[in-house]
């Protein structure tokens, strides 16, 4: 253990050298390391309760992904009964939590029920298949069909909800400008949002509270709003409000010639004529040609932009809109058209999301925590480094020095990482302190019963060394796999620990067999003691 060929002490220095180098960044001024190679900027984020911001638990709506699912399910089984079978059946509708249809003719029951089958997946799970389907359909008699949708699969598109949620909810976080915003699941239906430095989380909750879900969809002149508002509304239409007060009823069909999910791009901008703000938008190449064929159709006829359920603007087609590009008008302000470029931009919810937390950490409170972990990291960084002095006083030293890099390193790598520290996470390094300087307590201890049996100063030093290592990865291994629990099953701030002490045991386990033993080594070439100073 003592024996180190030149490679090898190079190696562990410059290894040492170059992860410590990485946490540098954190002592400048962000303004002066922005002018920084790019790989040189990596940093530690200071987390929500050190920095001070806003904190956001989001649920999704559950009910209105049933009823999506639901409905989902309806409109395929009269695709397929018009479309494919074009069978005569009556009574298609949504009841419960089943989606019910009568085939008039019981004898076509046998040709169409292998059709809707059709419409059952296996559900995946974590190794592949999991046995389950995405919809059971079964004969109920009389020409009756049930197709039910099994809760199995509707916590499975809760996932894959939750899932697209979060990438649409960093696009729209990443939009408002914010730094280094946390943004993960929680729990089965939940999205926690934590924005760092950011103190005033209104505009953030109206555009993480929209769907942002747009539609282009004709108005249906065959009826008025009056007559609607009085209970008239055509089957295949619905009634709609306008979004700007006062408030307009619409007449809208329920087809959608073009949907928001088509839109490549979206920007506010000024009218040239009327000087008022609007939102310009581009279409994809399929969706541009079914908006050239949409108002190609209907020259002369109102169509209207709807965005969640909200009629924006209802202008007449004048002529065919051919280049894949437009813009929408209203009651715009500055703001409200930039963030509605910003909801366009980043794409429209699966489903809704409710607000159900909220805190705001302000940046004194925040500044308070840093000054406390700062004192304890000092304080117990001081005990340690004394008690270490006294009790094995060179080899104290050595120590010392291994746990200063030991340190080093940890905020090396969390820069490397670019991870979030917060005030758990500078409870988990100064355990690390702790734990380092076990690992030495445990190896100059062992030296001292090799001097007791008898063995000769460098031949005590290198058992020490080599003997300890098995208690050593057994202590750190159990430890390391325990922060690998917390980092799997804990949220926040029991990750921001679970990582800090995972780092700060690699590190450990680094140091206390390289950098502590090289160091010894070094000083057992230099003196050649006959004696150990421990």
């Known amino acids: 253990m003592l024996y180190f060929t030149r490679w090898k002490a190079l190696a562990i220095i410059l290894t040492a050298l170059i992860v410590c180098l990485f946490a540098v960044p954190n002592f ?57 079978t074009k069978v005569r059946f009556t009574g298609l509708a949504v009841r419960n939590d089943t989606v019910e249809v009568r085939i008039t003719n019981e004898a076509d029951v046998a040709t169409v029920l292998p059709k809707l089958r059709e419409l059952s997946q296996p559900l995946g799970g974590l190794l592949g298949s999991s046995g389950q389907r995405s919809l059971e359909v079964s004969d109920a008699g009389g020409g009756l069909i049930r197709m039910t949708v099994p809760q199995a699969a509707i916590t499975d598109r809760i996932r894959q909800t939750i899932e697209q949620s979060i990438q649409i909810v960093q ?108 939102v310009s938008f581009k279409f994809n190449t399929t969706g541009s040609r079914k908006f050239a064929q949409a108002t190609a159709e209907n020259v002369g006829q109102p169509f209207a932009i709807v965005l969640d359920d909200k009629v924006i603007s209802a202008p007449v087609i004048r002529e065919p809109i051919t280049g894949g590009s437009g813009q929408i008008s209203g009651s715009f302000t500055v703001q409200s058209a930039n963030d509605l470029a910003v909801l366009l931009r980043a794409g429209a919810l699966p489903a809704p999301l409710t607000v159900i937390e909220e805190r705001t950490v302000g940046p004194g409170l925040g500044q308070d925590s840093i000054e406390k972990g700062e004192l304890a990291a000092y304080v117990g960084s001081i005990l340690v480094i004394v008690f270490m002095l006294i009790t094995y006083r060179l080899f104290g030293v050595f120590a010392n020095i291994a746990v200063a890099i030991n340190v080093a ?27 380092a300087v ?35 990865l057994d202590s750190n291994i159990t430890t390391f796999i325990a922060a690998a629990v917390l980092f799997y099953i804990g949220t926040g701030p029991v990750r921001g620990f679970a990582v800090t002490l995972g780092i700060g045991i690699l590190t450990t386990v680094f140091t206390a067999f390289t950098l502590t033993s090289l160091i010894v080594a070094g000083w057992v070439r230099w003196k050649r003691p006959k004696t150990v100073p421990i």
């Open 171 to 278: 696009k729209r976080v990443d939009e408002v400008g914010t730094v280094e915003p946390v943004i993960q699941r929680q729990g089965a239906d939940r999205i926690l949002v934590q924005v760092p430095g950011l103190q005033d989380p209104t505009r953030l909750k109206e555009l993480l509270g929209k769907t942002a879900k747009m539609e282009f969809r004709m108005v249906d002149s065959t009826v008025s709003p009056d007559q609607a508002q009085q209970g008239r509304v055509p089957a295949d239409s619905d009634l709609l409000m306008s979004e700007a007060s006062p408030k307009v009823p619409y007449v809208i069909k329920k087809q959608v010639l073009v949907s928001g999910g088509e839109l490549t791009d979206a920007q506010p901008g000024f009218d040239q004529r009327t000087n008022e703000p609007i």
């Open 409 to 435: 390193m940890i905020f090396g790598l969390l820069s490397l990482l670019n991870a979030t520290l917060t005030l758990p996470g500078i409870a988990g390094i100064v355990l690390t302190v702790g734990i």
């Open 28 to 84: 400048f001024p962000q303004e002066r390391v922005k002018t920084w190679p790019v790989w040189a900027q990596r940093h530690i984020v200071l987390g929500l309760d050190l920095q001070g911001g806003s904190y956001l638990l989001l649920e999704v709506d559950s009910n209105y992904i049933k009823k999506a699912k639901l409905e989902q399910v309806r409109a395929d089984v009269q695709k397929i009964l018009r479309g494919d």
């Open 438 to 472: 076990d690992s030495n307590v445990l190896i100059y201890e062992r030296i001292r019963e090799e001097l007791r049996g008898g063995r000769n100063a460098i031949s005590a030093i290198d058992a020490g060394f080599r003997r300890a290592l098995a208690t050593i």
